[in-house]
């Protein structure tokens, strides 16, 4: 009888523990980052801005499509087409992480992020794949001012303070 307690109370302690460590796990992997997109370069734009073509998969919501061009501007940069230009990421993914409450908010679907970026009028195209369904769009980000506003929060060291 001593033995099948121990072995209970043994039990109970790795269920526990277990369940710790998968919601441990489980909220280091909230992302901030948008649902799966992919994103290019589009063309050039005005000056401070820059156009690129994001495709969504999933939710693809006018919100969704903004935020991940946003996204895309800031944490992976773009290889442009035959006819657009290449731009490198502003910030290193791993500032994602250290400023995860700054992005969390700001990349919200209602967060500031929907005001550097406008969609196209008539550049939406839908395409299934065998993943689903992909919705793109050629948005304009306002770089210049959204890497402006990342110096700012500090989150990004201005160009002309040198390295």
């Keep these: 009888m001593f033995k099948t307690r121990n072995y209970r109370l043994l039990a109970c302690v790795a269920m526990a523990l277990m369940l710790v460590v998968n919601v441990a796990a489980k909220d280091k992997k909230t992302a901030v980052e948008p649902a799966s997109y992919e994103i290019m370069g589009a063309g050039s734009g005005t000056e401070g801005t820059c156009l690129v073509k994001v495709y969504v998969y999933g939710n693809a919501t006018d919100a969704a499509i903004k935020r991940a061009a946003v ?69 304009q980000v306002m770089r210049a001012a959204l890497r402006k506003e990342l110096e700012k929060q500090e989150i990004i060291k201005s160009l002309s303070s040198g390295f």
Excluded: W
């Excluded at 290193?92 to 550097?116: I, V």
């Design 71 to 139: 996204h895309g501007v800031i944490f992976r940069g773009f290889s442009g087409t035959s006819s657009g230009a290449s731009q490198p990421a502003m910030a290193s993914e791993s500032l994602e992480e250290t400023y995860r409450d700054f992005f969390k908010s700001f990349l919200d679907e209602k967060g500031a992020c929907q005001n550097y970026a406008s969609i196209v009028p008539a550049s939406y195209e839908r395409i299934k794949t065998q993943k689903g369904t992909k919705v793109g769009a050629v948005v």
